[in-house]
């Protein structure tokens, strides 16, 4: 009975690790993070690589509130080679640039997020 109970424990910490590793997998890549100068909200640009070999990574500007555990994206696409930047230009206005704009696919881009405005500078 008791080699059962390692046996369960075992594949407990192995399943909670899988969990860990995937997690951490979709949650991409941070490559830039800057908080507003209130310091109320968190802004990230994060790169997922998780696509076919053909494809390019996604980037992504996501942002979230300080305290908030859900980030929501207001600006992605594949990436090409583009270099996209994130500043504040005030504590409610988010500025997006991206340079060497032609390499990057828009998918998406939102112009507000709760009391944030979001500009961008496309290049």
């Known amino acids: 009975m008791k ?7 075992i594949i407990g910490c192995a ?8 997690w951490g997998a979709l949650s991409g890549n941070v490559e830039q993070r800057s908080t507003s100068p209130d310091e109320r909200v968190i802004a990230e640009v994060r790169q997922y690589t998780f696509t076919p070999a053909t494809e390019a990574a996604q980037t992504r500007v996501e942002v979230r509130s300080r ?3 859900f980030n929501h994206t207001v600006f992605e696409g594949p990436n090409y ?3 996209v930047q994130i500043s504040w230009v005030n504590s409610k206005t988010l500025r997006i640039k991206c340079v060497n704009s032609n390499n990057f696919r ?3 881009t939102e112009q507000q997020w709760g009391p944030v405005s979001i500009e961008y500078d496309m290049q």
Do not use: E, N, P, Y
């Open 106 to 108: 828009t998918v998406s």
């Open 15 to 22: 399943a909670t690790g899988v969990i860990f590793l995937a």
């Open 3 to 9: 080699g059962k109970w390692s046996l369960a424990r």
């Open 81 to 83: 080679g583009a270099d």
């Open 67 to 69: 305290f908030g555990l």
